[in-house]
């Protein structure tokens, strides 16, 4: 019994590792650049998004760590998850499991 509870235990790890390693590989074909996508929700709507230039979206690429490999990147987010730091929402800027504590309270209400 401990056996198969072991080998189940090690199968969901490899198919959650997997999974995580499919999703981040897809998010990074995704068309587009998260620095300049972030940088342009800064923008005032309707002001002229000249203003940002490429040594801006450099900074924020570096400060976000997207400037480095792949494997750098995957394996810094998934010590950050295993920590249980979620990161920061690049849209609010909050704290993603604070914004996701707020939210589950609104479900739990409902």
Do not use: K
């Amino acid at each position: 019994m401990a056996y198969y509870a072991l080998r189940r235990a090690l199968a969901a790890i490899a198919v959650l590792f997997g999974t995580t390693v499919v999703v981040v590989l897809l998010l990074r074909l995704i068309p587009g650049d998260p620095a300049t996508a972030v940088l342009l929700t800064m923008v005032t709507p309707g002001a002229d998004t000249a203003q940002i230039t490429r040594g801006d979206i450099e900074a924020l690429r570096a400060q976000l760590g997207l400037a480095d490999p792949f494997p750098v990147q995957y394996l810094r987010w998934l010590g950050e998850i295993l920590s249980g730091n979620l990161g920061t929402s690049l849209r609010s800027r909050q704290p993603i499991a604070e914004e996701l504590a707020t939210e589950l309270a609104v479900d739990l209400i409902v």
